[in-house]
């Protein structure tokens, strides 16, 4: 079973920065896609960033700018650079892997880590 593990939140002021990483472990296949959600308490879940396996980047349009994904093949681990931080960007930050094994895609999530931004 693929494990995905994050760390890297924390409390940070407006203005701040914070880095977050991803490890995806027992990966079952090729990844095709990794990258971060955020789901605020009440809100929606929404895209934050993704990065595909040829290094296509797609952002959601509030972190726009302000944030960078990038990631390390060898470690199959997905970073999401973080600048510029918003009261509003305080979320629960959660990675997402999506993986081809034989013809099949399977999407998985990491438990999640606390981003707090306080103005």
């Known amino acids: 079973q693929v494990q995905l593990v994050e760390s890297g939140g924390g409390l940070v002021q407006a203005g701040g920065s914070l880095r977050l990483s991803c490890a995806a472990h027992?990966?079952?296949?090729?990844?095709?896609?990794l990258g971060w959600y955020r789901q605020a308490p009440g809100k929606q879940r929404e895209l934050v960033a993704t990065?595909?396996?040829?290094?296509?980047?797609e952002y959601g349009n509030s972190v726009k700018g302000r944030f960078t994904v990038s990631k390390d093949n060898a470690q199959n681990t997905v970073y999401l650079q973080m600048n510029s931080l918003k009261p509003e960007d305080t979320a629960n930050y959660l990675c997402?892997?999506?993986?081809?094994?034989?013809?099949?895609?399977?999407?998985?999530w990491g438990q999640g880590t606390q981003v707090a931004v306080s103005s």
């Open positions: 997402l892997a999506r993986v081809l094994k034989a013809d099949d895609f399977l999407t998985y």
């Open positions: 027992r990966i079952d296949g090729s990844i095709w896609l």
């Open positions: 990065i595909s396996a040829d290094g296509k980047t």
